[in-house]
């Protein structure tokens, strides 16, 4: 019959429908020639918006295939623009619009897309027709590039699938129309009906009542008889459609199952992507991290590496002054050395000043000595003078010759007498105690300043040692906070690593579980379609054989 035949026409065409599993359970379209108008596409189940939503994956030959039949409808079409592989490769913008425009319109002739509307229309329209798979806006935001861009093909691969696909079933409607006209109860048949008990009111008026009576009852029950075997094979397609309608409420059933389990599935994947995402950007804060203190240690090692370039150059500076330890040792010996002739000198000095006085009062008693000496001599000559007055036989002249002896004892009289110049020998000490004096304040200059050198450099070496401890013990203590965070990161690491292969791994459990019952639904859909095409090939023979016999007849 006609009905059976348009439904069996829209259950062959839909493999255009692939990626979809709800069309085969959501179409139906009534074959009653009172409804045969063309059914526009917001009438079927799959264009409604409240339609099943997935995520569609696109491979590479799905890719040429949304290609493929966008080439074919834009052709068939006569669009304006060009029409090339190349151009779907990598479109521009505008292109894109152009597209968009001249397909929406074959839906919409109202619709307009731009480059200002475009994110809120092309959205929209999807949303209004159905789309079964979801396109967020950020989609939206560069359409022409990577993933972005294989999702807006698909989307308008499955439009001209669509349309298509509509254009295609209306027109073998039409077809079917033609060539199974006199095989079902219509409105043709009820003008023959007519035109039959007209010709026979006529036959008769004109002829025998009788004859035309038995021959319009004959015909009459004929076309009783063959118009309840019609109710009865249409009562049987009722049942038969009937049971068709439960099985399909069940496979909805299923599906909604499916979808909320997909949902759910998806929400899990999400948050796996999200742990993984996370996990990531922990890695790469520990990778920053770990060459952060890479850098540091490196910056320390430099650092170091100067500070040892600089005790080998003050190493090399003090070698070049000719500072080995034995010159060190050699240096302190003859400042010993020096100090001990200086304090011999000192000595020597001291007895000097304490046999000063001592000489001074030798010398002093000496000449106290040698006045009392010459008033003995004085008083003696006057004794003698006397004496010699008294012996006048001496003349006065041979006395005036003899000059009185005048003797004045000095110092310097002494010292004549003595052959010594005390007063250069005091000149002489003098000066020799302080040259002494001067090469001792030199000699305890130079120990003093070889004392603060010596200090000094003590100090330095000291102050050298101490900042080669420090930074030694700073670079140990960096090496060993480096080990304790590569040791902390890489447990973190394998934590992260190990938690994400178990949400992964319960993650394609999830999804080898969700397949398997998929894969089920599928193969029981398959089969009972199976079923059912087999019913209606046995069906049809049926109907072909019950005609032949009524030709026959």
């Not at 009172?34 to 590479?60: E, G, I, M, P, Q």
């Not at 731009?114 to 159905?130: P, Q, T, W």
């Not at 990778?287 to 910056?299: L, S, T, V, W, Y």
Request: with cysteine.
């Amino acid at each position: 019959m006609n009905n059976q035949s348009v439904y069996n026409k829209f259950s062959s065409t839909l493999s255009v429908f692939n990626n979809n599993a709800n069309l085969n359970s959501s179409i139906y379209i009534s074959g009653d020639k009172k409804s045969k108008s063309r059914t526009s596409l917001n009438a079927l189940s799959f264009y409604k918006s409240n339609a099943s939503v997935y995520v569609k994956k696109v491979d590479k030959t799905d890719k040429k295939e949304n290609v493929k039949t966008l080439i074919r409808y834009l052709g068939w079409k006569n669009y304006s623009g060009s029409i090339s592989p190349n151009l779907f490769k990598n479109p521009s913008m505008t292109d894109l619009i152009n597209i968009w425009n001249f397909i929406f319109k074959h839906v919409d002739p109202m619709i307009e897309v731009n480059k200002d509307n475009y994110g809120e229309v092309v959205l929209s329209f999807y949303k209004d027709i159905g789309y079964p798979y979801t396109i967020s806006k950020s989609t939206l935001v560069a359409p022409t590039t990577g993933l972005q861009y294989n999702t807006h093909l698909t989307a308008l691969a499955w439009l001209c699938q669509l349309l298509i696909f509509e254009a295609e079933c209306f027109n073998d409607i039409n077809e079917e129309k033609d060539l199974n006209f006199s095989d079902d109860l219509s409105e043709d048949n009820d003008i023959k009906m007519d035109d039959f008990i007209l010709y026979s009111y006529k036959t008769h008026i004109n002829k025998e009542e009788r004859n035309a009576n038995d021959m319009l009852n004959a015909k009459l029950d004929k076309e009783i008889s063959r118009l309840e075997n019609d109710i009865n094979t249409k009562n049987d397609d009722i049942i038969e459609k009937k049971k068709k309608i439960e099985e399909v409420k069940i496979h909805i059933k299923e599906n909604d199952e499916l979808i909320k389990r997909n949902k759910v599935l998806c929400e899990e994947n999400k948050k796996i992507k999200l742990l993984y995402t996370n996990s990531l950007d922990e890695t790469k804060k520990l990778e920053k991290d770990i060459e952060m203190c890479k850098k540091n240690n490196e910056e320390e090692k430099n650092k170091t590496e100067k500070i040892l370039d600089e005790i080998n150059k003050v190493k090399e500076i003090l070698q070049k002054q000719t500072l080995n330890k034995a010159q060190f040792l050699q240096m302190n010996e003859n400042i010993d050395k020096n100090k001990e002739k200086i304090e011999h000198i000192k000595n020597e000095i001291k007895n000097l000043n304490n046999e000063h006085p001592n000489l001074s009062e030798k010398l002093n008693n000496k000449n106290n000595d040698l006045k009392k000496l010459a008033k003995n001599v004085n008083e003696k000559l006057n004794e003698i003078m006397q004496n010699v007055n008294m012996y006048k036989s001496i003349s006065i002249s041979q006395w005036t010759k003899i000059n009185n002896i005048n003797i004045n004892i000095d110092a310097f009289t002494v010292d004549n007498m003595l052959n010594i110049n005390w007063k250069d020998k005091k000149a002489d000490i003098k000066t020799y105690i302080e040259q002494d004096e001067h090469e001792l304040k030199n000699t305890l200059n130079l120990i003093d300043e070889y004392e603060k050198y010596i200090t000094t450099m003590q100090d330095q070496i000291n102050e050298l040692k101490s900042n080669i401890t420090q930074k030694e013990d700073a670079v140990k203590k960096l090496e060993d906070e480096i080990a304790k965070f590569v040791i902390m990161s890489e447990k973190k690491l394998n934590q992260i690593v190990s938690q994400n292969e178990k949400m992964l791994g319960d993650a394609k459990e999830k999804n080898n579980k969700v397949n398997q019952v998929l894969k089920e639904v599928l193969e029981s859909k398959e089969e009972k379609e199976n079923e059912n095409k087999k019913k209606k090939k046995k069906k049809t023979n049926k109907k072909k054989k019950k005609k032949k016999e009524k030709k026959d007849e």
